[in-house]
C-alpha cells in the first residue's frame, strides 16, 4: 500500500541544523518531495529528489535518501526563524499519477 | 505576482447550504488539482483536470463536484455541506501530466472553509 508516515513535532534551537524524517512504504516511488507550508498558506514545493539518487544539496537544505530502508531526510542547515512551518514528505509512484502526502512535521524554533 | 489565486480565502456557508471556491491560474498550466485538508493531515485529493478530461479519486464523496470552463478557472462545488466538510481547500497546479513527477505543483494559498 501507499503511505508516508512522519513525526508530527519537532523542536529546534535557532541556528541549530535541523533534520526533518520520513519513512514511506511503495519501493515503485519515483520521486520524493518536500513541501513547506506556512500558517494560512498553501504548500510550496522546497525540493525533491529521484529515486536513484542518495543526495541532494540546495543551499542550506541536504535530502538524503536511503531507498534500501525507504528512508527520507530533509537536513535544514542554521535553522532561523522563518524556517518554523509545516513540512510535509510526498511521493510519487510511477503507476499514479498523484502524489502521497505525510501528515507533516510542525517545526518550532527555539530562540 | 500570484500565479495560482483561491477565491475567497475564508468561507463560511451553512450546514446543507451549496458552497463554491473558486480558483484560477495565470501559468496557463494543463492540470489543475483540488485538496481537501484538514487539520494536522496530509492534504488528500479529491479529484484533477487534466485540461478538460476530469479524473474523480475513488473515494471521493459524491458531494464534491468540479468544473473547469476554461484553461484558467477551476471550481469546487459542494453542493450539501456538512460539519466534516470543514477543511482547508487547496488548488494546485502543474504544467503537464505526462511529466507530472517531475513538474512543479504550485499551490494556492487555500481556502479555509467553516460550516456552521
Known amino acids: 500500500g501507499e503511505d508516508v508516515e512522519q513525526s508530527l513535532f519537532l523542536s529546534v534551537r535557532e541556528g541549530d541544523s535541523s533534520v526533518i524524517n520520513c519513512t514511506y512504504t511503495?519501493?515503485?516511488?519515483?520521486?520524493l518531495y518536500w513541501y513547506k507550508q506556512e500558517p494560512g498558506a498553501g504548500l510550496q514545493l522546497l525540493t525533491y529528489i529521484f529515486s536513484n539518487m542518495d543526495m541532494k544539496q540546495d543551499q542550506r537544505l541536504t535530502v538524503l535518501l536511503n531507498k534500501k530502508d525507504k528512508h527520507l531526510s530533509l537536513r535544514i542547515a542554521d535553522t532561523q526563524t522563518g524556517d518554523s512551518a509545516i513540512y510535509f514528505c510526498?511521493?510519487?509512484?510511477?503507476?499514479?499519477?498523484?502524489?502521497?502526502f505525510g501528515k507533516g512535521t510542525r517545526l518550532h524554533i527555539l530562540p | 505576482d500570484a500565479m495560482v489565486i483561491q477565491n475567497p480565502r475564508y468561507q463560511v456557508t451553512q450546514f446543507g447550504k451549496p458552497v463554491t471556491l473558486s480558483c484560477s491560474q495565470t501559468l496557463n498550466h494543463n492540470v489543475m488539482y483540488w485538496y481537501q485538508q484538514k487539520s494536522s493531515q496530509a492534504p488528500k485529493l479529491l479529484f484533477h483536470y487534466y485540461d478538460k478530461d476530469f479524473n474523480n479519486e475513488a473515494d471521493t464523496p459524491d458531494n464534491f463536484q468540479s468544473r473547469r470552463p476554461n484553461t484558467s478557472f477551476c471550481f469546487l462545488d459542494i453542493r450539501s455541506p456538512g460539519l466534516g466538510d470543514a477543511a482547508m481547500y487547496l488548488c494546485?497546479?502543474?504544467?503537464?501530466?505526462?511529466?507530472?513527477?517531475?513538474?512543479?505543483?504550485?499551490f494556492g494559498p487555500g481556502t479555509r472553509l467553516t460550516v456552521l
Open positions: 511503495d519501493s515503485s516511488s519515483t520521486y
Open positions: 494546485a497546479t502543474s504544467r503537464d501530466r505526462q511529466d507530472l513527477r517531475t513538474d512543479t505543483q504550485y
Open positions: 510526498a511521493e510519487s509512484i510511477n503507476r499514479d499519477d498523484k502524489i502521497i
